[in-house]
């Protein structure tokens, strides 16, 4: 095989070491748009026989040169990106500023900075830079190692009937969840962040956060011709410049019955957005997270720590957790202890940090790591016999589980060729492969899809009326973890308040179905009611943390979920009206409907959300696994008594930098782990007052003291230049705390889309 040597990139499909040489046909006269050939017709490798000898010696020839040059180039980059990772012999004993995490926020953070070279920057990361060439290949978006992941497993999730979810997603590879993901661009809709905002600052609403989005990211247009056939719209106002470091990008190929999937969803009723990236709600086109000039996965490592890897004042440590921050005796942060992955107490390291921690770890391992700090609820720190630092219950509590289910129909009439092709078509899978070789075009060039729908309560459920008045009728506190405390719950009704309203309305979409002419869809749940956990194993605080996604805790969970089946259900997808979907019954691998299955022609009721909470039981593990970041299955939200610029960590020389700054649910599944959403903009804001300048020096903490702990003159000027209107400092750190905690529900920290970050 050619795995090794990196050829596989090039020809991705090889069985054997003869398996893709090209016919001269094929890798010299191929066009992009190329059909494909049909059944009967002479194969391009008979083709290539008839030519005279002198032309297949030149045609062989031509090709060594070309998997030379594939094989020689491709890993070379990746490899030399290897080389910067240091060992801890290398490490220095103090640096200016450590991060904890190098996923998608961290190595933001890291690039931001690194960029005066007069500071020291150590990124500790727990995973190692991925060296393999295939994980930058739009296929890694539905395939990558086992090895990529943290192999955690939540606690028994008694809504579906005690399944165990594992792994749990959480990435344990340099570039964190961009590098395992299903690469699909997407934001919430507006109405999302304003909701954030309201719960925690103005800063984050839609307004303040849209030039950090296009900050990030800049979008190549699709084919004139692509855009034509499929209708694929978009608007390039709501993306950066060419400079942005996150390229968007739509692929050369989409499969026919893409149309009638999107005609189904219009039958029903669902408007059609312009730009799903200026309004999320609705059925629209997103571009996929690829270059377009080289088709290759677009991320925190190839657009913040590829372009600065030399930067000799930036340091990245692999292969190491974090086990702690250390503080003093006024509690501020003074370094973090530092241990291999796989080694024992003697690898244990400690490492000084002169102007700021920050901890962009993910949602699994921050909060986890502020707990083994002393950082957290008091009772859980005490009974695994740690120091109490600070008593902040919120900390790993508002766990909110995005999860999903696979839904499958069957058409009446076959629309051909479709994604099953490559598996049952060996012409087509083979014209896919020499095209893609050829120049990186067509089938190959998908990921998981670029059209999707994002349906509001009101069309998904002819009762939604009946339903917010259930929602609004609870106790809050019946459908909780025991562990939350009267601040937490109030938190919670803040955050019911907005969800009523917003499932009243046509602004937020509770059910996010992507397809892509495969016959099925993995639908996913949006803005979920039921909160679990992370919390620390107070008998092993070093062991990985114990996960309760407490999931369909709350019963309003699972009605939403049987409302999704039943309008998707009833949908239409028509072909000379021939095709049609199966109404609710689960079809088998070779499409057939299963023995036994309920139609639901209408809304049963109780049967149907038993059925759902079966086939949730059946379908949810594996679709974790298998889409991955695409559907990012959880989301954190660490309700840490912050405000917008995480003042009193601040006071501390601790920063909080990933997902889980935010304590509204704003952002889909793909949104998150791709690089250009939620961690990559939370950690470009983080340092966007100016590079590392925004950190508080000694100076400006002893002014901070003075000043009863508001940051004095310091906070003024970030309060201006974040728009939020007025200071909200002069409070010491505990009057803070009860302020952004207390019965007005306003947490400011909290939420991580499945950021595998690292580093602990």
């Given at each position: 095989m ?12 090889l ?7 090209l ?9 992009p ?12 490798l ?8 002198s ?24 490899m ?12 220095s004993?103090?640096?200016d500023?450590v ?56 606690v028994?999730l ?12 959480a ?31 103005e ?9 950090y989005f ?25 993306y ?10 739509y ?21 059609k957005?312009k ?6 709600v ?10 377009a ?33 250390l503080?003093?005796k ?8 530092i ?54 219950p919120?900390?790993g ?32 899978a083979?014209?896919a ?10 089938p190959?060039s ?32 019946s ?13 919670y ?7 009523a ?34 919390r ?19 019963p ?37 409907c ?34 991955n ?48 959403r ?19 020096d000694e ?32 409070h ?5 705390c ?6 007005s ?6 939420t ?9």
């Amino acid at each position: 095989m050619l795995r090794k040597d990196g050829c596989h990139r090039k020809i991705p499909m090889l069985r054997d070491d003869t398996d893709g040489l090209l016919s001269v046909h094929d890798l010299l006269l191929m066009t992009p748009h190329e059909d494909p050939p049909q059944h009967g017709k002479q194969p391009a490798l008979e083709t290539w026989l008839a030519m005279t000898s002198s032309l297949r010696l030149l045609a062989n020839f031509v090709q060594l040169l070309a998997l030379i040059c594939v094989c020689a180039a491709y890993p070379a980059d990746l490899m030399d990106l290897h080389k910067r990772e240091i060992t801890m012999r290398q490490a220095s004993e103090t640096y200016d500023y450590v991060v904890v995490g190098g996923g998608q926020a961290g190595l933001v953070v890291a690039n931001r900075l690194s960029e005066d070279p007069k500071k020291t920057v150590l990124v500790v990361e727990y995973g190692y830079i991925e060296t393999n060439p295939a994980q930058e290949e739009p296929s890694s978006a539905t395939s990558w190692s086992p090895r990529l992941l943290y192999n955690v497993t939540s606690v028994p999730l008694p809504g579906l009937n005690n399944l165990q979810n594992g792994p749990v997603y959480a990435a344990a590879v340099v570039g964190g969840g961009s590098t395992v993901n299903g690469m699909m661009s997407e934001r919430g809709a507006p109405e999302n962040y304003d909701n954030w905002a309201k719960l925690s600052d103005e800063g984050w609403s839609w307004k303040g956060i849209l030039p950090y989005f296009k900050k990030a990211t800049h979008l190549a247009p699709p084919a004139a011709e692509v855009a034509q056939e499929y209708n694929i719209t978009y608007d390039l106002a709501a993306y950066g410049q060419s400079t942005s470091p996150i390229e968007v990008s739509y692929p050369s190929f989409q499969y026919p019955g893409i149309k009638n999937e999107v005609n189904g969803l219009l039958q029903l009723g669902v408007p059609k957005q312009k730009e799903g990236a200026f309004n999320a709600v609705g059925l629209f086109w997103f571009p996929g997270l690829l270059t377009a000039s080289g088709i290759t996965r677009s991320y925190a490592v190839s657009g913040y720590f590829r372009p600065v890897a030399d930067r000799k004042n930036l340091h990245l440590l692999t292969g190491h957790r974090v086990n702690e921050v250390l503080f003093d005796k006024t509690k501020r942060a003074t370094g973090v202890t530092i241990q291999t992955r796989d080694g024992g107490a003697e690898t244990i390291t400690t490492v000084k940090a002169k102007r700021e921690i920050v901890l962009s770890a993910g949602f699994l391992h921050t909060p986890q790591i502020l707990q083994r700090s002393g950082v957290g609820p008091a009772d859980l720190l005490k009974a695994a016999g740690i120091p109490v630092v600070a008593d902040l219950p919120g900390v790993g509590a508002n766990l909110q589980d995005h999860s999903g289910f696979a839904h499958n129909w069957r058409f009446d009439t076959d629309v051909t060729p479709n994604p099953n092709s490559m598996f049952t078509d060996t012409a087509f899978a083979q014209w896919a492969n020499d095209l893609w070789a050829a120049n990186r075009t067509g089938p190959r060039s998908l990921t998981v899809g670029n059209v999707g729908a994002w349906l509001p309560l009101p069309i998904i459920a002819p009762d939604y009326k009946d339903i917010v008045a259930t929602l609004k009728a609870q106790d809050p506190k019946s459908h909780l973890p025991k562990t939350y405390d009267a601040t937490l719950i109030a938190g919670y009704k803040a955050q019911l308040a907005l969800l009523a309203k917003a499932y009243s309305g046509h602004g937020t979409g509770v059910l996010e179905l992507p397809f892509n002419a495969r016959g099925s869809a993995i639908m996913a749940l949006e803005h979920p009611l039921s909160r679990g956990t992370i919390r620390l194993n107070t008998t092993h605080k070093y062991a990985e943390p114990i996960v309760d996604f407490n999931t369909f805790s709350n019963p309003v969970d699972p009605l939403i979920v049987a409302r999704s089946w039943h309008c998707v259900g009833i949908a239409r997808v028509d072909l000379e009206n021939e095709i049609r979907v199966q109404r609710f019954r689960r079809v088998d691998s070779n499409g057939q409907c299963v023995a036994g299955e309920s139609d639901h022609e209408a809304d049963e009721g109780a049967e149907l959300l038993r059925w759902s909470r079966k086939a949730e039981r059946r379908q949810l593990v594996c679709f974790r696994r298998f889409s991955n970041a695409m559907v990012l299955p959880s989301v954190l939200k660490r309700l840490l008594c912050v405000t917008f610029r995480l003042n009193m960590l601040l006071t501390f020389r601790l920063d909080v930098s990933d997902g889980s700054l935010a304590t509204w649910r704003s952002v889909r599944r793909g949104s998150v782990v791709c690089a250009v959403r939620d961690e990559m903009v939370v950690g470009g804001e983080l340092v966007d007052l100016g590079g590392s300048e925004h950190i508080a020096d000694e100076g400006e903490e002893e002014e901070s003291r003075r000043d009863g702990g508001g940051g004095g003159e310091r906070h003024k000027r970030i309060s201006a230049q974040l728009r939020r209107g007025k200071d909200r400092g002069n409070h010491d750190s505990s009057t803070r705390c009860d302020l952004y905690r207390g019965s007005s529900g306003r947490f400011g920290v909290g939420t991580c889309d499945g950021d595998g970050g690292g580093g602990a």
